[in-house]
């Protein structure tokens, strides 16, 4: 049971354009929603963060979108850099039968192309 | 730097044996989660301990447990293990809270290869 969902596994932008990856998720408990960034042998770094009474934050060229109703989060960053070239994983999270639960997304590679 | 350290990086073993891996998370988180990336796969919860105490568990096998020691760091046991076992095998630890307000801090990872 895949409660989040990256149906893109690969998405490939321009340098200076805008790259959108999406997320949707299935379970509405889930009260809080973050986008992980991996390069090659790394760990996974915490990117930006939405609480679920929000449907916008923005951190510099990054900003997270949240439709709630459509249970669908979009990650937006402009204009994209060749840094931004790595496999971008988006986590839901939420107190399930008395623990913080957090789920995550099978991951969307990106590549900025020069 | 996230501040977390796995060890060993890199692990190639046969079928059957078993295996530890070893975590150390960054100065003051209390939590410490195991998780496991195979090929091709989103990363999947195994199991969360909170100051030496289990806390949650995901979808860990009976083959595989950890602990956390009082000096917080934690180990991870794999053992009759299976092809199916090769992945990586990330620690990340946190605050207070995963997620909600204490993003998770994650290690390199260690990279486990079942032949």
């Known amino acids: 049971d895949q409660q989040v969902k990256q149906n893109s596994p690969s998405l490939s932008v321009q340098e200076g354009r805008i790259s959108i990856l999406n997320c949707d998720y299935t379970n509405s408990m889930f009260d809080y929603f973050l986008w992980y960034k991996k390069y090659p042998a790394e760990g996974p770094t915490f990117l930006i963060s939405i609480s679920s009474i929000k449907d916008k934050n923005e951190d510099g060229r990054f900003t997270v979108f949240l439709n709630k109703s459509a249970k669908h989060l979009s990650l937006h960053i402009v204009p994209s850099q060749p840094g931004d070239s790595a496999v971008y994983f988006c986590a839901a999270a939420a107190i399930i039968q008395g623990a913080q639960k957090l789920v995550f997304g099978q991951g969307t590679r990106l590549t900025i192309n020069p | 730097d996230s501040g977390v350290t796995q060890t060993p990086k890199h692990l190639i073993t046969a079928t059957g044996q078993r295996v530890t891996l070893r975590c150390s998370p960054r100065?003051?988180?209390?939590?410490v989660y195991w998780y496991q990336q195979s090929l091709d796969q989103g990363l999947q919860f195994l199991i969360q301990y909170y100051n030496g105490e289990e806390r949650a568990k995901g979808n860990i096998l009976e083959r595989f447990s950890a602990q956390q020691f009082p000096d917080l760091h934690s180990e991870l046991n794999l053992s009759s293990l299976e092809l199916g076992d090769s992945a990586l095998y990330f620690c990340?630890?946190?605050?207070?809270?995963?997620?909600?307000?204490?993003?998770?801090?994650f290690g390199n990872g260690t990279r486990l290869t079942v032949t």
């Open positions: 990340a630890s946190s605050g207070l809270g995963h997620g909600l307000n204490s993003p998770l801090h």
């Open positions: 100065s003051g988180d209390l939590s």
